[in-house]
């Protein structure tokens, strides 16, 4: 396949898109596509397909509902509309890819122009979430949502303006100079992945102790880029090989699936280790007021006064006459006579005193 800035002749020879029958004068044909399936009389074109499109809906939403679940995560909000914007594409992939909206019917162009602009927000989402970790905005405020779905809106836009146009001969654009349209179909998305992963990776390596969601980059990108190289260059070959059973567009589906999911793997991990972004061991210094005595004293001597007086420099309750205060002897662990009361006697023992070592030994 050839690949000519500003023309779908060979890649949609080769892929068959969501737009291939609207380009061109009267749209392009791919040379081998995917087998239809009759259902009651309908015919449903890109059966394997649309089970992809389908599955990818269940899987959207079971992460979508564990993204909600997360209520103190990162960039919960954010990555959310990412999620919510692949489920609309997917669920309208079903009615374009299926031809369940023949390509023949009026309404078509406006829903391939729909799902064009669609793409392209979704990636521009995409873009975005890519600035959200390095929090010039904080997350989940008015400015970052809003600035998030502001942009979204602008590239929806532009994208389905520059579609429609394309497909009604509008404003200079026609079907067979698609020039624009090959720009936010083709070369839009690549951009933003591009961008998206090389700030993910200084995020990685600059705040991050922890390497592994590393590997949900590495993969998510191999996973995006296998699907888009089986799409747009082995498509043909895939189908003439498995007898127009499947084409490169459901393996491209499906890669594309497998690479979402690790978008939603790595924004996971992330959150696991947000409390640990640039983080250090902590170093604690315990210090016990039970164990401090007087600012000079052999034991206490380490500790400030207000250490050694804050919990005991109140007057003894009654009957613990012997109870020392903050500014007095070290206090008992037993309570009511100090240490040095006990036992700081001659040996053998005075009036009042027990003497140490006790009379009699042990």
């Given at each position: ?90 669920l309208l992939a079903i009615f374009l890819d299926g031809a369940v909206i023949p390509t023949a019917n009026a309404a078509y162009p406006w829903f391939a122009a729909v799902y064009t602009g669609l793409l392209a927000a979704a990636y521009c989402c995409i873009l975005v979430n890519a600035f959200v970790g390095f929090q010039f905005a904080e997350d989940g405020t008015p400015l970052s949502l809003w600035g998030l779905r502001i942009s979204c809106l602008a590239v929806f836009g532009v994208a389905f303006f520059i579609a429609i146009a394309t497909f009604k001969s509008i404003a200079g654009l026609s079907p067979t ?186």
């Open positions: 396949m050839t690949i000519k800035f500003g023309s779908f002749d060979g890649v949609c020879q080769t892929a068959a898109l969501v737009i291939c029958p609207l380009i061109g004068d009267q749209g392009i044909e791919p040379t081998c596509y995917s087998r239809n399936v009759d259902l009651g009389g309908n015919l449903l074109f890109q059966p394997s397909t649309v089970f992809v499109h389908v599955v990818a809906i269940i899987m959207t939403i079971i992460m979508i509902l564990h993204i909600r679940s997360k209520y103190t995560a990162v960039g919960r909000k954010e990555i959310l509309t990412f999620f919510y914007l692949y489920a609309v594409i997917q100079k698609p020039i624009g349209l090959f720009i936010i179909y083709l070369i839009w998305p690549i951009i933003c992945a591009a961008v998206y992963v090389v700030l993910q990776l200084i995020l990685i390596f600059r705040t991050l102790e922890d390497r592994w969601p590393l590997g949900d980059i590495v993969f998510g990108t191999a996973f995006w880029v296998i699907g888009m190289v089986l799409l747009f260059a082995f498509s043909a070959t895939i189908c003439d090989a498995i007898q127009h059973y499947i084409d490169g567009l459901f393996f491209s589906e499906l890669c594309v699936l497998l690479s979402v999911m690790m978008v939603y793997k790595y924004w996971g991990q992330y959150h696991d280790l947000e409390f640990s972004v640039g983080s250090k061991a902590a170093v604690w210094e315990v210090k016990d007021p039970l164990l401090a005595g007087q600012g000079n004293s052999a034991h206490g001597g380490d500790y400030s006064e207000e250490d050694s007086g804050s919990n005991y420099g109140f007057a003894p309750p009654p009957g613990f006459g012997g109870y020392a205060g903050g500014g007095g002897k070290a206090a008992s662990l037993v309570g009511g006579v100090s240490g040095t009361q006990l036992y700081d006697r001659k040996v053998g023992g005075g009036p009042g005193g027990r003497g140490y070592p006790p009379n009699g030994g042990y």
